[in-house]
Each structure stands twice: as structure tokens, then as C-alpha cells.
């Protein structure tokens, strides 16, 4: 009998002790949910947007001349890395996708999402660019590619797979 009543005692106590950590669990779910990041601001006047340059801004664009640092094989379109001047890092990319991205950031950052620095650039020159695995049809002589959408990377922060 007393060995019963320990178990049920024992059985009673985590039984407790679970549910009073499973609050606790709750709680802080509750706390972090109310913390979640800003993605979108009331953007005001959407008509005194600049649509042409985007959050950027003309000021945003990058400061040419840009040098290559790498490719970026993955994804189906060719991309690569480069710094400007300033020492920002932008992405490349060229193809398909390059008009179609750009308009869709300046679209969304015109009613209130945050979006990235996103360019379309008729041409851009690029110092050292080596011949491209992938990409090659874009590059004229000297190093000018045509039609590159550069995105700045934002400092800190990597893309999630």
C-alpha cells in the first residue's frame, strides 16, 4: 500500500511539474509571437513614391566602378558578387528574371513593404570579370554586361536555404 501510494504521489508530482512548464512554454511563445519583425509601414502618399529608383533611391544605386569577387553557380539564372567603390557588396544577376524582380520590389516598397536596394541597369562595367560558367552571352567587351539587376546585400544578415 505505501509503495502504491509513493507511485501515485510520484506520478501526481510530474504530473504537476509538466503542466506548470508547459505554461511557462506558452508564456514565452506569447512573449517572442508579440516581438515578431516589421515587414510592413504605412507608406503614406504612394503617389510621391520614386518608383524608378526604388528604396534605394538615386542615391542608393551602386558607385561604379565595380569589381568581380565571385559566381554564384546556384539558382537557374547567372549571377555573381561584386564591390563598388564605396566597398558595398551587390549581386548580379542577369537574365530572365532580372526585369520582372525589379518591378515587383518597386511595387511592393510602394505600398509599405520594406524591400532591398534592387536596380535594373541597362549596363554595368565590371572590372576583372573572368569568363562566366554561366552568364557568358551577357558580357560584351571589356566587361560590360547588359540588362543586371544588383541588389545590395544587407550588411549582417545571410539568406536562409
Known amino acids: 500500500m505505501r509503495k502504491t501510494a509513493k507511485n501515485t504521489s ?12 508547459g505554461l511557462a512554454q ?19 502618399d504612394i503617389s510621391s513614391r520614386n518608383l524608378f529608383y526604388g528604396a534605394g533611391g538615386e542615391k542608393g544605386q551602386p558607385h561604379p566602378p565595380v569589381t568581380f569577387e565571385k559566381e554564384d553557380t546556384k539558382g537557374t539564372n ?5 564591390r563598388d567603390q564605396e566597398g558595398e557588396k551587390w549581386k548580379v544577376k542577369l537574365g530572365v528574371e532580372a526585369r520582372p524582380e525589379t518591378a515587383a520590389t518597386r ?8 524591400t532591398e ?5 541597362p549596363e554595368l ?13 551577357f558580357v560584351n567587351a571589356g566587361g560590360m554586361v547588359k ?3 544588383v541588389k545590395r546585400h544587407p550588411q549582417h544578415a545571410e539568406k536562409q536555404d
Not at 510520484?10 to 512548464?21: E, F, M, N, Q, R
Not at 547567372?78 to 561584386?82: A, S, T, W, Y
Not at 536596394?117 to 541597369?121: E, G, K, M, R
Open 10 to 21: 510520484t506520478v501526481l508530482y510530474l504530473l504537476v511539474l509538466s503542466a506548470v512548464s
Open 26 to 44: 506558452n508564456k514565452q511563445a506569447k512573449t517572442t509571437q508579440s516581438e515578431s519583425p516589421i515587414i510592413w509601414t504605412d507608406p503614406g
Open 78 to 82: 547567372p549571377k555573381f558578387d561584386v
Open 107 to 114: 511595387l511592393l516598397w510602394a505600398v509599405g513593404y520594406f
Open 117 to 121: 536596394y534592387d536596380y535594373l541597369l
Open 125 to 137: 562595367r565590371v572590372k576583372s570579370l573572368p569568363h562566366l560558367q554561366r552568364g557568358q552571352n
Open 147 to 149: 540588362e543586371a539587376r
